[in-house]
């Protein structure tokens, strides 16, 4: 593949990645076990049963808030620690919204992908 195909390809996972309005510091802020801030509780069940870290798996979210509300068995245990910052999207770090903080398989796929494609360069 060409260098400039590899740049274009790597621009296009960071847009989606990214949701095109996240800087990388908060790109990193969605991995778990990495940085200083980070999801504490992502709705994986292993990890709440043992209390054990999960390290560097991407969670979803933001979700817009009407899906929040509409779907069957989504909730939150624990008193929002974020509400004064929820709107028209919200994230939950609680272990009861699959919504917004699920472990993502494709999401995090594509951000090694994109490490991979960018080597030392940012995207």
Known sequence: MQTNKLSSLAQQI?????QRGLSD???CR??????STWPRHPHLMTAELTGRTVVGGLVDGPVYADIFK???GVAITEPDPLARFQ?????????QDYASNEPTMDGTASAILLWVLCGNQAP
């Open 25 to 27: 510091s908060e790109l």
């Open 30 to 35: 969605k991995f778990t076990g990495l940085g």
């Open 87 to 95: 709107g028209p999207a919200v994230y939950h770090d609680d272990v």
């Open 70 to 72: 509409s779907l069957k």
């Open 14 to 18: 960071r847009e989606w990645q990214t």
